[in-house]
């Protein structure tokens, strides 16, 4: 049996520890930007690129914002049109054209509103007294396909009723 015998471990083999201060690795004060003639601060070149790249890109930003504000308004203004100058005077047949075709240029909660006040609009047209019952019938059916909670006890029945029974259906 050989024995094999412990060495010591010497201070040359043994990985080196040294203690970095977080202050070492950074300057503590900033260098001060070269001067490209007076008042004129000389980037560098990176800095350039970034400023060619940002300053088009904050353009087109708000261009795009000037743009979707000016949708917005033109949205709203239309809306505010058809509640005053159509659902106020009673003229739901143009109405709901109206909002038909403003519905898929809303956006955001306009998108809602002009769902639900839609709705109201089938609603208001298969209320009519002057209208058949299945006229009513898909004037509320279009109703609860935009609305549902919006449906009224009297208009769900006439569309839980069979179709073609006429106003003989309970």
Known sequence: ?????????????????????????RPRFPA??????????????????????????LVLTLIAAGFFYVKVV?????????????????????????????????????TTQVSRDLAETYRAL???????YDGSRQHFQRAFELDPEGMQPHQMRVLQSAPGKGATAN
């Open 1 to 25: 049996m050989t024995a094999t015998l412990l060495r010591p471990v010497s201070d040359a083999t043994r990985p080196v520890q040294s203690f970095v201060s977080p202050f070492q690795s």
């Open 32 to 57: 001060l930007p070269e001067v490209d003639g007076p008042g004129r601060l000389k980037l560098p070149m990176d800095r350039k690129k970034q400023t060619l790249f940002t300053v088009p890109l």
């Open 74 to 110: 033109m949205v709203r203004t239309e809306y505010n049109r058809i509640v005053t100058e159509l659902i106020d005077e009673g003229k739901y047949d143009e109405a709901a054209t109206a909002f038909e075709a403003l519905l898929p240029r809303s956006i955001g909660k306009m």
């Open 126 to 132: 298969g209320d009519d007294p002057g209208l058949n």
